[in-house]
């Protein structure tokens, strides 16, 4: 029961410290990529690829926000692998759903791509090309010194409180950010099932 108690303390302590100025930030980028008929693009490689096929749902469902990312399409997303390299992967579909100055790219990983460690360089390719044509960068990332925390417009970093957890708690603390987001007043555009049905 020792970990299960550390585990959980560390999920109170990182809820008791996350920035909710960055989140707040986050949340003011989505408004405006909204408003301006923009779209999102949330990318992610690992259990943040699994995050982002399910925040693509909530964000188009309950915030009204037109969201795609390229692990939906594993045709596509493994032919783009074979045919053109991992690391151009992510910018290659980016560049084919024709990323615009309107549009946003939502990075979700825990350290954000590092190119000098060879690390998710798909992701810090990504970011440099919706750099190249004037779209919003943001992401929720576990590493302050990772690509998307140094390049982004607006990153909520997950705080670390042990470093055996980070991982598990950023991938985690994903969830709970986007949940945040698409529930907010300002951006939640239609009611969720169960909560509707207690009104």
């Not at 585990?7 to 986050?26: K, M, P, Q, T, W």
């Not at 024709?98 to 190119?115: A, K």
Request: aromatic fraction near 6%.
């Amino acid at each position: 029961m020792d970990f299960v108690t550390r585990y959980l303390d560390e999920v109170a302590e990182i809820a008791a410290r996350i920035d909710r100025e960055a989140i707040g930030r986050l949340l003011d980028v989505l408004v405006e990529v909204r408003a301006a008929g923009g779209r999102l693009f949330i990318l992610g490689v690992g259990g943040s690829a699994a995050n982002a096929s399910h925040a693509v749902n909530d964000f188009r469902k309950i915030a009204g926000l037109e969201a795609y990312t390229p692990v939906d399409n594993v045709s596509e997303l493994t032919a783009r692998i074979n045919d053109e390299g991992w690391d151009s992967s992510l910018a290659k579909w980016l560049a084919g759903s024709r990323l615009t100055d309107r549009d946003c790219v939502l990075i979700f990983s825990v350290g954000g791509g590092d190119p000098e460690r060879n690390v998710s360089v798909n992701l810090v390719r990504a970011i440099e090309y919706a750099k190249s044509v004037g779209a919003r960068v943001c992401g929720v990332v576990g590493r302050a010194g990772g690509f998307t925390a140094k390049m982004a417009d607006a990153c909520v970093l997950i705080p670390v409180v042990d470093a055996q957890t980070v991982t598990p708690h950023t991938e985690a603390f994903q969830a709970v950010v986007w949940h945040l987001l698409v529930s907010h007043p300002r951006l939640q555009a239609s009611p969720t099932k169960w909560e509707s049905l207690e009104r």
